[in-house]
């Protein structure tokens, strides 16, 4: 069965300073893998994705993701924290043998970034 | 474009009791899917419409929850009757094609979500 794990419930990190926020999967084909961002009272907004291709892929608002197959990882990471990206944070995985197109979501990361 | 539209914002209703949620996807978009994220969890699938059609209900409690998208636009989510574990926030989500891009150009929007409470 398809699962995604997220293994820090809060990451707290001063601003200017790298953030990362992990992520691994468990899928039996190839994964197709997300990132979104929840800000308080709104719907999930779509960082990046990773198909197929580069490893290494770049989204909104200066994140990027590391696809890692043989760690099955996709951690999510920005060069340098801003206080407004402070938020809850999801990863996500879909099978590319699973029929429908629904996403597997982590139970989140709660991003704190302080001034 | 416009985004997917969810209504009400927020539900109280006490136990028992039935309750609908409404979400207009965004024009175009064939697939329409229905989450509910409990309090501290990741969104967790319902259901999945392509156009009128049901792909994915495998999730859904079926005895108290049911849920329809008659032509293939709007959707309606409803709980009768509701239990005091239903207490989440329920996100609908529409996306262009079944393709295996997600979110992004022609991918996954979210709405803002139903926030429900039940006491």
């Known amino acids: 069965a398809q699962s995604v794990a997220q293994p820090e419930d809060q990451v707290n990190v001063a601003e200017g300073n790298p953030l990362t926020v992990k992520c691994t999967y468990s899928?039996?084909?190839?994964?197709?893998l997300f990132w979104y961002v929840q800000y308080p009272n709104r719907g999930l907004q779509f960082l990046l994705k990773y198909i197929t291709g580069d490893n290494l892929v770049k989204g909104s608002y200066g994140f990027e993701a590391e696809f890692n197959k043989s760690q099955t990882s996709f951690h999510l990471k920005k060069p340098s924290a801003l206080v407004s990206d402070s938020a809850l944070y999801f990863c996500a995985v879909r099978d590319e043998k699973q029929a429908g197109t629904a996403l597997i979501f982590g139970k989140g990361t709660t991003l704190s970034v302080s001034s | 474009e416009a985004g997917v539209a969810q209504s009400p914002r927020y539900k109280i209703i006490e136990k028992r009791q039935s309750v609908a949620f409404w979400c207009n996807p965004i024009s175009g978009h064939a697939t329409l899917y229905w989450y509910q994220q409990i309090l501290g969890q990741g969104p967790k699938l319902l259901i999945q419409f392509q156009n009128n059609g049901v792909v994915d209900d495998s999730q859904l409690p079926k005895d108290r929850f049911s849920a329809e998208r008659l032509k293939g636009v709007d959707s309606t989510l409803k709980i009768q009757p509701a239990k005091l574990e239903d207490s989440a926030v329920y996100l609908c989500?529409?996306?262009?094609?079944?393709?295996?891009?997600?979110?992004?150009?022609?991918?996954?929007?979210f709405g803002s979500g139903t926030r429900l409470t039940v006491v």
């Open positions: 899928v039996s084909g190839n994964p197709y």
């Open positions: 989500a529409s996306s262009l094609t079944q393709s295996p891009g997600g979110a992004g150009r022609g991918g996954y929007t």
